[in-house]
């Protein structure tokens, strides 16, 4: 219920301009973001990659509407990379871009175009871009652009929902030779007809995903922060016989930050995803719906007491 109010929340535009001039809301969201600007983003890199962690970055801005803006996101994607490659930061610091903020809602054709001008800026960069999964409704446009780009950029990853009752199928699909595939449980409401909405069963979901991917012969990212999931991740890594550097671990800045300096201790690849800009919005309030105790510590924060 609470899940599902915030997540209709994250859409909505009355309460998206109560909270974003609510006065204490910036210093929580700022667990979550990184900041606000390139510079902010640069600096977090660099201190995740001197400590051992990977980075994805992800550019915040969804859902527009708009093509100057989705024109400017691009913008703000190439100079990005280009201050990454500037950096020499290479292949462990890649990005995450959403379709949506380049301009899907308008046209796939436009959205796939925009989207191989920042898959040819991060080559450029040296390194690679991952396409996040959006809402359900947009889930085959969103394998069609990846498969288009692959075609030019075979590096680019995909991600999977083991959320979506098809899950388990477009895994087998994506489990080929250079596929690197992200696995999340899913951040968005869907209706009962295309997803599970049980936490048992999109565990089990995910587990079952997570065995074709090992199995697979791609590069498997397990998105998680979830103990058991991770644990299952690592002995399915051992039965599969695979080296350490064939697949990784991915959790979200901010979130069980312990347990990511702890993986990349023990050598394992482990990314983090890194997002920041001014429109973090939507990306906030579905950090609060994965968790309700992250509630309670922004409603302190409101009341002052945080
Ligand atoms: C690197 C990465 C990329 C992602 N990309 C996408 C994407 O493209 N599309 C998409 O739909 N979703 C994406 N997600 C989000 C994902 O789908 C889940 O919503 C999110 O990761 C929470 O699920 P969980 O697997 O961590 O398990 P959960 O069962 O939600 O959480 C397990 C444990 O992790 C901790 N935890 C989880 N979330 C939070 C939180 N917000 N705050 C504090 N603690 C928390 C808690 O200790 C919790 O008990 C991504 C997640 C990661 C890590």
Redesign the pocket.
């Known amino acids: 219920m609470l899940r599902s109010a915030l997540l209709a929340a994250s859409r909505s535009g009355g309460v998206r301009a109560l909270i974003e001039k609510a006065p204490p809301t910036r210093a929580v969201v700022r667990r ?1 973001v990184a900041g606000e600007t390139t510079g902010d983003a640069l600096r977090v890199t660099g201190d995740l990659l001197a400590g051992g962690r990977l980075v ?1 970055l992800d550019v915040l801005g969804e859902d527009t509407h708009d093509r100057a803006r989705a024109d400017a996101t691009v913008e703000h994607y190439a100079a990005l990379l280009g201050a990454l490659a500037d950096a020499g930061f290479g292949a462990d610091a890649e990005v ?1 871009l959403k379709l949506t903020a380049v301009g899907q809602a308008l046209d796939e054709d436009m959205a796939l175009a925009n989207a191989r001008r920042v898959c040819a800026a991060a080559r450029e960069a040296g390194t690679t871009v991952t396409v ?3 809402d359900h409704t947009l889930v085959a446009s969103t394998l069609r652009v990846v498969h288009a780009l692959r075609g030019e950029y075979p590096d680019v990853g995909a ?1 999977i ?1 083991s959320s979506l009752r098809r899950a388990e199928e477009y895994c087998a699909e994506l489990a080929y030779e250079g596929s690197r595939v ?1 696995l ?5 409401a869907a209706p009962a007809e295309v997803a599970f909405t049980g ?1 048992a069963e999109v ?1 089990a979901s ?1 587990v079952r995903c997570l065995k074709v991917l090992m199995a697979g012969q791609g590069y498997p990212m397990v ?5 058991r ?1 991770v644990d299952i991740a690592s002995a399915l890594a051992v039965l599969d016989d695979r080296a350490a550097d064939s697949f990784e671990y ?3 800045y901010g ?2 930050p312990q347990e990511q300096r702890r993986l990349a201790g023990q050598g394992f690849r482990m ?1 983090v ?1 890194v997002a920041y800009g001014t429109e973090w919005y939507g990306y906030f309030m ?3 719906a ?2 309700p ?2 509630l309670a510590f922004f409603a302190r924060a409101l009341a002052g007491r945080s």
């Open positions: 979550f994805s995450s996040d999964m959006e991600v929902q992200r999340c449980k899913g951040a968005y936490r565990d995910y998105a998680t922060h979830d103990p999931l991915q959790m979200l979130i069980r990314r995803y579905r950090r609060l994965e968790r105790a992250n």
